[in-house]
């Protein structure tokens, strides 16, 4: 069967950054700068995108189209005869759907509160009790059910349409949307009265701000969090380079996707960081409290307090949504292109086998906020721990594989064959010189702080 392709470059952009774009940069990542110390942490998020994401992203697009394969067979096509890398389908596959056991949970929230706004409901809530709400919103079987169902349902629907029709018509719409959405909210933000301070903790690096954490602490969790957010180590990237041609080199096209990346991340935190400081006495979130109860409860507290809090509201978990979904379609898909390679099924046939399932593996994050709540390990409970086990290992462990097997000649699929790969087309080209910074410095500086974080 003749593979899939997009129908422009554009389409292509757009949805390898919504793969990266999600929760990771509109949730997760305002979140943890507010716990762990402001601009400090950004510059050193930043740091990594490009020491290590850059490069991690480009080996992962590169596999994808060599092979023109999913992580599902990719390896088994690009390895030498006798090699094992072909095993790396298994925390491939494994992590795509550990991902979405939590992240389509935590984009059900976004969709309850998006018609909380919409209803108006929650705009007569006093602030005191907001926490009260979202606890009674979440420990609610029911209710994250069918919100984790709804999200689970119409994004393998329009993975089901296919490739042109469903996932690249529909994502280009939403994140079109999305960055519109996110500009609008932005210079809204801009415009209260204590912007500037909110902007001052989130712009200008100060070292104070990471003494409580840890120094170790807020790198691991940067580094961290730049895995997350580019969906780097599982192939959610690489099915994307299965599905385009040759005509760009792959150095600029990560360049593009990561850019638009770190921009969304960067904006949301616009977003939220004056507002803060504004109506919640620059209170962002603690170390040692970063969560889900910071964007549920003290953001809503902030919307509700605002003149025209109600539309803000709908407009930025509107934004939320969309953010969330793009990610969740370009997860789907990868899962999707594992079962056309895999089995003789259709779309749909894989679709409807998919939706059942996903409902079943949500159910341990789902339930673990409520009948299960006593469970935990290491002081984590199960959303939690799915989380720093994808995040914290998963993640760089596949961007580590990636990393070496395109590096390494003998050991893996090779530098020459990489680099030959990566520039063909037009573009930037990938530096050959790099090659000893990618074959040892590069793992060596992920193996380290990925020690390091259990360590500490």
């Known amino acids: 069967m003749q593979r899939e392709k997009f129908s422009s470059r554009l389409g292509f952009l757009l949805i390898s950054a919504g793969c990266s774009i999600g929760l990771g940069n509109v949730y997760r990542f305002p979140i943890t700068t507010g716990g762990y110390g402001g601009a400090i942490f950004v510059l050193i998020y930043i740091a990594f995108l490009i020491l290590l994401g850059i490069p991690a992203m480009t080996a992962e697009l590169a596999v994808g189209r060599a092979s023109q394969k999913s992580v599902a067979t990719s390896f088994d096509v690009l390895e030498r005869p ?5 095993l790396m389908k298994y925390i491939g596959m494994g992590g795509n759907y550990l991902l979405m056991m939590f992240y389509t ?10 018609i909380k706004y919409l209803t108006g409901s929650i705009m007569t809530v006093p602030a005191d009790q907001l926490g009260d709400l979202f606890g009674a919103a979440v420990t609610d079987p029911v209710i994250g059910v069918l919100s984790t169902g709804f999200v689970i349902a119409v994004c393998f629907g329009v993975c089901s349409l296919g490739l042109q029709n469903g996932v690249e018509k529909i994502t280009k719409v939403m994140m ?27 712009l200008i690096p100060s070292f104070k701000n990471i003494e409580n954490a840890g120094i170790m602490t807020v790198i691991s969790s940067a580094m961290g969090q730049a895995f997350f957010t580019l969906s780097i ?75 025209g809090g109600r539309i803000v509201g709908i407009l930025f ?14 997860v789907f898909e990868n899962i999707m292109s594992f079962w056309l390679e895999l089995t003789k099924l259709s779309r749909t046939k894989i679709a409807i086998i998919n939706i059942v399932l996903m409902l079943i593996l949500t159910l341990p994050a789902i339930l673990g906020n409520s009948i299960w709540s006593a469970f935990e390990i290491g002081g984590k409970g199960i959303m939690d721990l799915e989380d720093f086990i994808i995040s914290n290992n998963i993640l760089p462990v596949g961007a580590l594989v990636y990393i070496t097997f395109c590096s390494w000649n003998k050991l893996g699929w090779g530098w020459a064959k990489f680099i030959d790969e990566t520039n063909s087309g037009k573009g930037i080209k990938f530096p050959k010189w790099l090659g000893i910074y990618c074959k040892v410095i590069l793992p060596l500086i992920i193996l380290v702080i990925f020690i390091s974080g259990y360590i500490k």
């Open 105 to 114: 949970v935590i984009s059900g929230w976004m969709v309850i509160y998006f």
């Open 176 to 202: 079109i949307a999305l960055l519109a959405l996110m500009i609008g909210l932005a210079v809204y933000s801009c415009t209260l009265s204590n912007a500037a301070e909110g902007l001052r903790f989130y």
């Open 82 to 86: 006798g090699q094992k890398w072909h």
């Open 317 to 330: 978990f509107l934004f939320m949504i969309f953010a969330a979904l793009s990610t969740v379609i370009a």
């Open 233 to 307: 180590g599982i192939g959610a990237i690489a099915i994307f380079g299965s599905y385009i041609g040759k005509e760009r080199r792959l150095l600029g096209e990560t360049i593009t996707i990561v850019s638009l990346d770190t921009f969304v991340a960067l904006m949301s935190g616009v977003i939220i960081f004056p507002a803060c400081f504004t109506y919640n006495n620059g209170v962002t979130a603690e170390a040692g409290s970063v969560g889900a109860t910071f964007l549920f409860t003290t953001l809503s507290s902030i919307f509700n307090a605002m003149p």
